[in-house]
Nanobody, 124 residues
Framework: VQLEESGGGLVQPGGSLTLSCHIS????????LTWFRQAPGKEREFVAA????????EYADFAKGRFTISRDNAKSTLSLQMNTLEPEDTATYYC??????????????????WGHGTQVTVSS
């Protein structure tokens, strides 16, 4: 399974950005997908998760009301719409596949495949 993120870049505070992730190698139907992020000097942290049918979505507290996770199983893509970005959102963002939905979805240990990440920088 390969995951490839795109859409990162430099954005001003208060701006918006949409990240995309294309998954190849295996069909993504039946699998939960997530976004994590990692800032320099900090541990990788959970951002959002979405079940295979999009019925269930979960967000970290900092993402609630600002970020929206979505997926298109037909196109094997995962997206993260980010609004009202803050300098504290600066990080490398990773898409990842959960081993199973029935686990601690906020833990990096629950991931079996990672993308290489895309850099998001929020700065004026």
């Amino acid at each position: 399974v390969q995951l490839e993120e795109s859409g990162g870049g430099l954005v001003q505070p208060g701006g918006s950005l949409t990240l995309s992730c294309h998954i190849s190698g295996r069909p993504i139907s039946g699998t939960g997908l997530t976004w994590f992020r990692q800032a320099p000097g900090k541990e990788r942290e959970f951002v959002a998760a979405i079940s295979w049918s999009s019925t269930n979505v979960e967000y970290a507290d900092f993402a609630k009301g600002r970020f929206t996770i979505s997926r298109d199983n037909a196109k094997s893509t995962l997206s993260l719409q980010m609004n009202t970005l803050e300098p504290e959102d600066t990080a490398t963002y990773y898409c990842a596949r959960l081993r199973t939905w029935y686990t601690d979805r906020s833990s990096p240990k629950s991931i079996d495949f990672w993308g290489h990440g895309t850099q998001v920088t929020v700065s004026s």
